[in-house]
């Protein structure tokens, strides 16, 4: 399960709860976790992938209030700043979706 969250993670989407990811994950073995993810359809992560661009946040806001989310994510104690004319601060859609 932690290869699947470093495969997770590799890809910026979130990982399993609980299990961390592995921090000695061979490269030939991630490789194979992300085909294999990739194969299965991650595609329902892509909500929840942080992002500072307002449209795909809205976007992905949107499709988490669909969703009942049942427990309160855990966001970023810290987000990450883009810089561009203005600063916008990179927002977990799963966080605004349950505070929605």
């Known amino acids: 399960m932690q290869n699947i969250s470093a495969a997770l993670y590799e890809l910026k989407m979130p990982w399993i709860l609980g299990y961390l990811p592995a921090k000695n994950i061979g490269t030939v073995i991630k ?30 806001v949107t499709a988490l209030r669909k969703r009942a989310l049942m427990a309160r994510p855990l966001g ?25």
């Open 31 to 60: 490789e194979k976790m992300i085909a294999m993810l990739h194969t299965s359809g991650i595609a329902f992560l892509e909500p929840f992938v942080a992002t500072s661009d307002p449209v795909a946040l809205a976007r992905n």
């Open 76 to 100: 970023s104690a810290r987000p990450a700043m883009v810089s561009t004319i203005a600063t916008s601060y990179v927002r977990d859609p799963a966080v605004k979706a349950w505070i929605l």
